[in-house]
């Protein structure tokens, strides 16, 4: 596991950053991953919350701020790797700011949060590679046959994603809870099969990429042995000085013990992972925390009725605020124990 080729494109080592919103993977952690070779990823998720029009212009503060971390990613990567960006199906934006990136010239536009059915549509053939991200072979399915029929074009590559992850869950919050999710390398064989078929219609290989509690060398070994083409890790690159998260976020999660974890409702309608900080403590008594405004995120939410505001949670936990923040990680936050650089963790792992 050395390289991954992908259509035809190639990355020396078989890594991708995974995209981390709100504001936690942007330009710096991007940029820098892609310099070590692998494939930088940077959320589209609220990344313009650092423009001064944010807060009265949410919509156009983000897609500018999107042209320009492309730019300063692809200048930091020194040419190397390659650059993504992660565009959450569920957030209102996604159209825009998967046009936006193809326009700024992305090299992969990688989508979850939801079944990306109308990728295709959004990224004309060969302007950049398209990934879905899904949790079963159902799914991987479902997306393959969609986008056979409707545009003839199938996954340039595939991030396979298990309960361990961080972020939003494609999985039943009752399976989480109770952990009797399957674990992601018996979910590979699964996504496998049900890829076979098109990969012989297209007459080329898709990778999978696993993602979801990989750490080091031996994850990558085991993920390897099992079939995967490659890795997709988030949660160590936290502890990196490159990560765009304020030093206040790397320190809750330093100090957070598994215990301190805690499977949350997301307004996205999805299950997700968090440290257990005053914020969550404050929704179980309370109930509710009403939106002070809104940011028009996510295009399901009802502002009238949401529990909490996750554009507002997330924001002030990548400023670092331990108060309100909501502090997404993965399962294996306990091997989060010091600061360290990109270049070390990939020099560690491969
Ligand atoms: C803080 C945080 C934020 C995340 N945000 C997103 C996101 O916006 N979109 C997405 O598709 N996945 C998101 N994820 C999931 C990661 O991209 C990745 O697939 C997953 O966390 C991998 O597991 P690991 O953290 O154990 O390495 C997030 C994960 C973390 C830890």
Not at 146 to 160: E, G, M, N, S
Not at 168 to 193: A, W
Not at 270 to 285: H, I, K
Request: contains cysteine; proline residues 4%; charged residues 25%.
């Amino acid at each position: 596991m050395l390289s991954l080729s992908i259509h035809g494109k190639e990355l020396s080592i078989p890594l991708i950053q995974g995209g981390m919103g709100v504001g936690v993977s942007l330009e710096r952690l991007a940029g820098s991953v892609a310099r070590e070779g692998g494939m930088g990823c940077i959320s589209t998720a609220d990344c313009g919350y650092r423009e001064e029009n944010f807060a009265t212009d949410p919509e156009g503060a983000n897609l500018k701020a999107l042209t320009e971390e492309i730019e300063q990613a692809r200048a930091i990567s020194k040419g190397k790797g390659m650059i993504a960006i992660n565009a959450m199906v569920a957030t209102r934006q996604f159209e825009q700011a998967v046009r936006t990136a193809v326009k700024a010239g992305i090299d992969a536009v990688i989508s979850g949060a939801g079944l990306p059915l109308d990728l295709p549509g959004l990224v004309p053939k060969g302007a950049a590679l398209i990934a879905p991200i899904v949790s079963s072979g159902r799914a991987i399915r479902l997306i393959c046959k969609t986008w056979w029929k409707k545009a003839q074009r199938l996954p340039d590559f595939v991030v396979l994603e298990g309960p361990k992850a961080g972020g939003h869950l494609g999985f039943k919050e009752s399976e989480l809870l109770q952990n009797t999710c399957r674990n992601v390398l018996d979910i590979l064989s699964d996504v496998k099969k049900e890829l076979q078929p098109f990969e012989e219609a297209a007459k080329r290989r898709i990778p999978v990429c696993v993602a979801g509690g990989i750490w080091d060398r031996a994850d990558v070994t085991r993920a390897k042995e099992a079939g995967a083409d490659g890795v997709q890790m988030a949660t160590r690159f936290i502890a990196t000085e490159e990560c765009d998260a304020s030093q206040g976020y790397k320190d809750v999660l330093l100090s957070a013990s598994r215990k301190e974890l805690k499977i949350i409702h997301s307004p996205v309608g999805m299950p997700g992972r968090a440290v257990v900080t005053p914020m969550l403590r404050r929704l179980e008594t309370e109930g509710r925390i009403p939106p002070l405004r809104c940011s028009r995120c996510i295009k399901t939410c009802q502002v009238n009725e949401v529990a909490y505001c996750i554009t507002h949670a997330l924001i002030e936990a990548v400023k670092g605020n331990r108060e309100e923040g909501l502090f997404f990680c993965g399962s294996n936050v306990d091997r989060l124990t010091e600061m360290s650089t990109v270049h070390e963790v990939v020099t560690d792992l491969f």
